[in-house]
């Protein structure tokens, strides 16, 4: 057995150094606790903090802007939506739906039509750039593509709309360390931090847009990520509050009492969870490496997005990011059934998949939250026939939590995300964690891929 090698006195060496010089008895120069390691390629310097709040507010009324413009879409699309995108479907006639759906695939692809012409102006691929670029990113073309993304979201496309603020708030963050002349290694910090706040300040969730920025996109929990990921996050969602709503996205959830039904349920359903969401993500990067361009963006989108209408004639739970129907699968709500349950379970990813294809732009947290919320319904009828008595709603937030997990391979954030969707999933936390934990785990050693790591573009053998 070979020892390891000693650490060399630079590693005991914090960076930046502490502002108390005299050190403990132990003699070390500073904490050698992992997670509380040196600054690395990001220093967090006082201009580094200055952007970080810049970015923050930044991305809030960002966020605050396209969840305005996603509002009045769907309002001019469908009518008032005081009690919901879906209530709102429900009251339209069918042909309305098919309509109204066109016509967003004529207006997203000729506008994506025109914007992917215009690459010269820099990327757009946030996830691309923060892993494997210089993090730059092109505000013109991030603010066309989320306006874009946001108007097919509100028509009814079944994509999810944190993926506009998510953008944006990228973009900004890479606008704002280019002006400051940022190094690389703090650019990608930076732009990771905004992405994230993106997320979190359009849901009201601060903790999971942090840990999606910590977890997922730049890849360390280590506090030189946490910290900055933290204080974006939150200055995000507090700017957003002057618009958006100050509670839960599912404000109405009942704090389920858990028992062991849960935690055998969860043991069962998260592998069952991990092996369709390893086909639901390669189905996501499969139609992603081959979506529609040049000019076929300008029919395709009209033409998916019509289908789409078509399958919303029986089935309206299939339009829109899926908040309304996975809120009714959490409810349990009378119009939720176990055949609803099924179809939303196995035709959403599709759908969702169909419009990819097409060529559209959009999220895919809330669709995967949603078809996760009804597979772990129907899952849980069938367990409720081996073991009765427990609402559906609990397998939802279950199924939900593991689906999430599983699919962007982020458990913790996961875990946080449906916790502060709701505030009262806690409750189920330990079968959650079961089930996340088990989803997350089998998705990994079949495939290894998530939605997003799954759509990189493609790279050259002289690449890599």
């Known amino acids: 057995m070979v020892d390891a090698p000693e650490p060399s006195p630079m590693d005991r060496i914090r960076t930046p150094a502490p502002l108390i010089k005299r050190r403990m008895p132990s003699a070390r120069g500073a904490t050698e606790q992992p997670n509380a390691v040196g600054d690395g390629d990001a220093p967090l310097t006082a201009r580094f903090w200055l952007l970080v709040v810049a970015t923050g507010v930044a991305t809030g009324l960002l966020g605050v802007a396209m969840m305005a413009l996603l509002k009045g879409v769907a309002t001019l699309a469908f009518g008032d939506q005081t009690a919901g995108f879906l209530a709102s479907v429900e009251r339209t006639a069918p042909v309305r739906r098919i309509v109204v759906l066109v016509l967003g695939g004529l207006v997203g692809g000729v506008g994506w039509f025109l914007l992917r012409r215009l690459k010269r102006w820099g990327s757009t691929d946030v996830d691309d750039e923060i892993w494997t670029g210089h993090a730059l990113l092109s505000f013109r073309r991030s603010l066309g593509t989320s306006v874009l993304s946001e108007v097919v979201v509100g028509a009814g496309a079944s994509l999810g709309r944190e993926a506009a603020p998510k953008l944006l708030g990228a973009a900004a963050a890479s606008l704002f360390s280019r002006w400051a002349g940022l190094t690389v290694g703090q650019r990608r910090l930076l732009v990771a931090c905004g992405a994230g706040a993106g997320m979190g300040a ?28 933290l204080a974006t996050s939150a200055i995000a969602t507090v700017v957003a509050w002057v618009y958006l709503p100050i509670r839960p996205t599912y404000g109405d959830v ?29 189905m996501i990067g499969w139609v992603s490496h081959h979506q529609l361009h040049g000019r076929w963006l300008l029919i395709g989108p009209a033409i998916a997005f019509g289908v789409l209408g078509v399958m919303a004639i029986a089935y309206p739970q299939l339009l829109g990011n899926g908040q309304d129907v996975a809120e009714q699968a959490f409810l349990t709500t009378a119009g939720f059934t176990v055949v609803v349950a099924v179809v939303v379970g196995v035709l959403k990813p599709v759908v969702t998949a169909l419009c990819l294809g097409s060529g559209a732009t959009g999220g895919l947290f809330t669709p995967t939250l949603a078809s996760g919320a009804a597979l772990g319904a129907a899952l849980g009828a069938a367990w409720s026939l081996l073991v009765p008595g427990q609402p559906l709603g609990s397998y939802a937030l279950i199924g939900a939590t593991a689906m999430i997990g599983a699919a962007m391979q982020t458990p913790l954030a996961a875990l946080a995300l449906v916790v502060e969707l709701t505030h009262t999933a806690d409750s189920l936390i330990v079968p959650m964690v079961i089930a996340t934990m088990l989803a997350t785990l089998v998705t990994r050693y079949l495939d290894g891929y998530s939605i997003y790591s799954s759509r990189l573009p493609a790279q050259s053998p002289l690449s890599h």
């Not at 009942?254 to 639901?280: D, L, R």
């Open 202 to 229: 359009v849901y009201n969730v601060p903790l999971g847009g942090a840990l999606i920025t910590a977890e997922l996109l730049y890849g360390s929990l280590a506090l030189p990520a946490i910290l900055p990921a």
């Open 254 to 282: 009942p704090a389920y009492p858990v028992n062991m039904a849960h935690v055998f349920f969860a043991m069962v359903a998260g592998p069952i969870i991990g092996v369709i969401s390893a086909g639901y993500v390669r």
